[in-house]
């Protein structure tokens, strides 16, 4: 097991900086899940911790070692990718055998070492077929025990599961957190997938524009979130961000007149409020009014979408909730659970 450390780190392809200069550091043990939207620069950090893109600048430490320039076969890390990588002419045990066979591990020890990394995954069964004699999830397995059967120093997963279909990814999310923890192999997972990164991860890195946003536990990231993007990108459905200004103590827009709680040096500013955080009310009454926009029906809950001014504002009601669209609607905030932002700077103000 080791400790990842990321110093001063940049990637650049001629003018384009896919990341810039960014530090790093993954405990020992831990499971840190890089998130973000496409081009934002985790996979190609991922990729210069594996030692598949050399970085511009900067170094890579894995156990206290700079692998910086090191070849990836000796960096001690096993990689899980998105299309699986699994050898179609070769029978599950022997995909699983195969890092070892390189390595020219014994076949009575390359036996053992796959019989007992099948069981990690529940496998046991099937190490006798070939990949293309399994469901999608048992092919990511497969992937899964291929890495385990190294014993690695630390797993680099690539959206390992996004190819899956929903019910499955459910799965496998529990699966990958319960070896995790078993395990205990530090652990760096690429995804966009907010849901993936927030129940998986014990920290998440939020990335935009190649720059690390915000670096927090899921709990934190989502209650106290740095900047207008994370706030906007985290959570579903996300966050509700209405341009105010401040005016006689209260936050003010068409539609909106709240008490503010932070007095601001700036009148450029967004409120913020989750949907979950947002009552539905009568409007004769309500410091928020609007009309309906739609109603969602998701299962458990009814998404009601309410036109306030020039913005619209999702609120979070029961799921035996009815109400027909273009109705009158007031809206009650709670005061306590309020995030606001200086819309120039994008930062969180406290």
Known sequence: MAEIRLEQIEKRWGGFSAVQRQSLHVADHEFLVLL???????????????????????????????????????????MVFQNYGLYPHMTVGENIAYPLKVRGIAGSEREK???????????????HRRPRELSGGQRQRVALARALVRTPAAFLMDEPLSNLDAKLRVTMRAELKHLQHELGITTIYVTHDQIEAMTLAHRVAVMDGGVIQQIATPAEIYDRPANLFVAGFIGSPPMNLIPVRCTDGKLVAEGVRVPAAIQSATDD???????????????????VQGRVFTCELTGDS?????????????AKA???FRIADGEPVGLHFDASRLHLFDAKTKRRLD
Do not use: H
């Open 318 to 320: 029961d799921r035996s």
């Open 302 to 314: 009814v998404l009601v979408t309410v036109q306030v001014g020039a913005s619209r504002v999702i």
């Open 269 to 287: 500013l967004v409120l913020g409020v989750r949907p979950e955080d947002v009552r539905l009310a009568d409007a004769a009454s309500s410091n």
């Open 36 to 78: 973000g939207p496409s081009g934002c620069g985790k996979t190609t950090t991922m990729r210069m911790v594996a030692g598949l893109e050399e970085p511009t600048s900067g170094d890579i430490y894995i156990g206290g070692r700079n692998v910086t320039y090191e070849l990836p076969k000796d960096r001690d890390v096993a």
């Open 113 to 127: 070492r796959v019989g007992a990394a099948a069981a990690k995954v529940e496998l046991g069964s099937l190490l």
